[in-house]
């Protein structure tokens, strides 16, 4: 079974970094990007963040985060990493992992999701 398992989220100051983890695991023949989205409180949408394509070495931000976040990626691992810096109360948000893979047993693209990681950053 394939799934995605995150880690990092907590609670910090603004101003202060934090590093989310997301690790694909299942048998998994090929990946074609990983990303995250997040979903403040009180809304219903997941909102993207970043991404990174498996492909070529593109990497895709949202304006809220450019300068601040930075996605990098371990293909050896189907490990990406999201390193955010100078945190807002903005930010506060359930970060969700996203991939899309292709799994050995069929190999058809699928769009994957984590359970989420909660990131509170306090004024």
């Known amino acids: 079974q394939v799934q995605l398992v995150e880690s990092g989220g907590g609670l910090v100051q603004a101003g202060d970094s934090l590093t989310l983890s997301c690790a694909a695991s299942?048998?998994?023949?090929?990946?074609?990007?990983m990303g995250w989205f997040r979903q403040a409180p009180g809304t219903k949408e997941r909102v993207f963040v970043a991404?990174?394509?498996?492909?070529?070495?593109?990497?895709y931000y949202a304006d809220s985060v450019k300068g601040r976040f930075t996605i990098s990626r371990d293909n050896a691992k189907n490990t990406i990493y999201l390193q955010m810096n100078s945190l807002k109360p903005e930010d506060t948000a359930v970060y969700y992992c996203?991939?899309?893979?292709?799994?050995?047993?069929?190999?058809?693209?699928?769009?994957?999701w984590g359970q989420g990681t909660q990131v509170t950053v306090s004024s």
């Open positions: 299942g048998r998994i023949e090929n990946v074609h990007g």
């Open positions: 996203n991939a899309v893979m292709a799994p050995t047993i069929d190999l058809r693209w699928r769009n994957y």
């Open positions: 991404a990174i394509s498996w492909i070529s070495d593109n990497s």
